[in-house]
């Protein structure tokens, strides 16, 4: 059974960094065939796709975020991480990993509980 | 980017009514569209992958249809336990996007 956790600060002030990451048990990150994505949800809002690693590295990422985010996978911990540089309250969400897997379409079908990042002073 | 609609955005129901939830996409997609449902401070789950695939575990109440633009998920007899908030996601793009939500509140 894949499992996924997310960690990281709670807290984050305004113009800074938000750092978290995404230790997955039970799959590799090393394996092809699965994106490992970041996504997030503002509070009492929907869910927006923040990018995504692929195992040899290549990334992708939502282009209203892209100037902002590094999305990497350390094999070596099993486990990928998200950056987003210059945070603003607008920032304040649940963030969410996951995995994207192939099944006909590739669709995200295994997610950590998510972590709720606030943006304040 | 593909945008996804969807409609409506909240609907009232009762346990036992058949419930319907569409989901357009601004450009075809084939098949590549999947539904989610979300209960307040959960993760989403997966309920169908590829536009009529259901995911394993998942009830046979529900059940996906469409391809190109126009998605349909369909509750044939909604249970106490769906009442939630459902997602569609399309991936035929590499920058996926969801809908914005149907909410499935009680009657």
């Known amino acids: 059974q894949v499992q996924l956790q997310e960690s990281g600060p709670g807290l984050v002030k305004p113009s800074e960094t938000l750092s978290l990451t995404c230790n997955v048990s039970g799959g590799s990150v090393s394996r092809g065939s699965y994106y490992w994505s970041w996504i997030r949800q503002p509070p009492g809002k929907g869910l927006e796709w923040i990018g995504y690693?692929?195992?040899?590295?290549?990334?992708n990422y939502n282009p209203s975020l892209k100037s902002r985010v590094t999305i990497s996978a350390d094999r070596s911990k099993n486990q990928f991480s998200l950056k987003l540089t210059s945070v603003t309250a607008a920032d304040t969400a649940v963030y969410f990993c996951a995995r994207d897997a192939w099944g006909y379409a590739y669709q995200f079908d295994y997610w950590g509980q998510g972590t709720l990042v606030t943006v304040s002073s | 980017d593909i945008q996804m609609t969807q409609s409506p955005s909240s609907l009232s129901a009762s346990v036992g009514d058949r419930v319907t939830i569409t989901c357009r996409a601004s450009q075809s997609i084939n098949t590549y569209l999947n539904w989610y449902q979300q209960k307040p401070g959960k993760a989403p789950k997966l309920l169908i992958y590829a536009a009529s695939n259901l995911q394993s575990g998942v009830p046979s109440r529900f059940s996906g249809s469409g391809s190109g633009t126009d998605f349909t998920l369909t509750i044939s007899s909604l249970q106490p336990e769906d009442f939630a908030t459902y997602y569609c996601?399309?991936?035929?793009?590499?920058?996926?996007?969801f809908g914005q939500g149907t909410k499935v509140e009680v009657k």
């Open positions: 690693v692929y195992y040899s590295g290549t990334t």
């Open positions: 996601q399309q991936s035929f793009s590499t920058s996926r996007t």
